[in-house]
T-cell receptor, first 111, second 110 residues
């Protein structure tokens, strides 16, 4: 069965610092991969999704970027964090043709 | 109009109560539908898919009305452990485009 590894669990970063969050998937090949963000008290917002290596679609303009250097690796990055980047970041993969499954998430606080 | 809307909540119910959540979606091309459960500071977890004919999983029953673009979730005999936020999710085209509702928070009280 598929397993999603996401780290770190929590992160506190100063404004203007860089960001790199990594997500890896085991137990599958060529998965669709997603990055979502959930701001405090808000719903999930799709940031990026990828259907294959090097293929990234962006849903929302922002100062974040994503990359997929390997089939089962998805990275979320920023060169300079903003206060508004604070939130709960979730990596997800599709399983069973339809269903979306999430990693355990990273709680990012930008101060 | 938001793509997926849910009851604003929160719902505070006693143990053993029956509670129903409603969800509406705006895109008539939506293909598949789900209910997820999210505990505080945790990732959403799939509760159940929603099928056109309606489906049941133990104390949970999901219904879909495509004509009205409406989805529901019924929880019978509520348990304390059912306390969570329930997310309605719509997939616009198989794969890729999953749209989440804002969620409805449920608190089951002893």
């Amino acid at each position: 069965s598929q397993t999603i590894h996401q780290w770190p669990a929590t992160l506190v970063q100063p404004v203007g610092s860089p960001l790199s969050l990594e997500c890896t998937v085991e137990g599958t090949s060529n998965p669709n991969l997603y990055w979502y963000r959930q701001a405090a008290g808000r719903g999930l917002q799709l940031l990026f999704y990828s259907v294959g290596i090097g293929q990234i679609s962006s849903e929302v303009p922002q100062n974040l970027s994503a990359s997929r250097p390997q089939d089962r690796q998805f990275i979320l990055s920023s060169k300079k964090l903003l206060l508004s980047d604070s939130g709960f970041y979730l990596c997800a993969t599709q399983r069973g043709g339809e269903k979306l499954f999430f990693g355990s998430g990273t709680q990012l606080s930008v101060l | 109009r938001k793509e997926v809307e849910q009851d604003p909540g929160p719902f505070n119910v006693p143990e053993g109560a029956t509670v129903a959540f409603n969800c509406t979606y705006s895109n008539s091309a939506s293909q598949s539908f789900f209910w997820y459960r999210q505990d505080c500071r945790k990732e959403p977890k799939l509760l159940m898919s929603v099928y056109s004919s309606g489906n049941e999983d133990g104390r949970f029953t999901a219904q879909l009305n495509r004509a009205s673009q409406y989805i529901s979730l019924l929880i019978r005999d509520s348990k304390l452990s059912d306390s969570a936020t329930y997310l309605c999710v719509v997939n616009i085209a198989y794969g890729q485009n999953f749209v989440f509702g804002p969620g409805t928070r449920l608190s089951v009280l002893p």
